[in-house]
């Protein structure tokens, strides 16, 4: 039961990967093409507001994954040293707090995307669609922290930490 479950969350999380590469390429072309018209004396009017959605996009979609994948920054200097059952203990509490986090986002951008009523200039996509993301983006956090507290997405920097072995960026 187990391995099905993370294999159908490693199937959606493919799926957001590959979504953000999609959103990458897209982001690099427009950005060219805006330069290249700028020197050609025109512009595109539309890019610096569907840069900013899909920034906005490529960022809070990439959030999850860095959590799944364990990308995030861990403050080891001291905690190193502590006993395996504190820094076992440490991994849960750590994994407790990004759960906080991601309903906060979840119920805060429920509540900006209500508030929000205005739409962007140019394209005249409203702006809710930006809390939208982060509400999406809370949802998948939330999945990925509640399996790592059930023992899955298990990485090897979260393994050596807790075995207490140093790697070689610790040096």
Known sequence: ????????????????????????????????????????????????????????????LLMPIGIKEDLHIRVEVLAKNFPQRIRVALVYFSNIVLLVISVCMMYYGNVLMKKTNSVFTITGI???????????????????????????FQTEATTNYINGVETDHES
């Open 126 to 152: 409203p702006r809710k669609y930006l809390y939208l993301i982060t509400i999406i983006s809370g949802v998948l956090c939330t999945i990925v922290v509640v399996l790592k507290l059930f023992g899955m």
């Open 1 to 60: 039961m187990k391995e099905r479950i993370e294999s159908c969350a490693n199937a959606l999380f493919l799926v957001v990967e590959s979504l953000c590469k999609v959103i990458l390429v897209f982001m690099i072309g427009a950005v060219a093409a805006q330069v290249i018209t700028r020197v050609l004396g025109s512009n595109i009017k539309w890019c610096e507001e569907v840069m900013l959605f899909l920034l906005d996009a490529l960022m809070f």
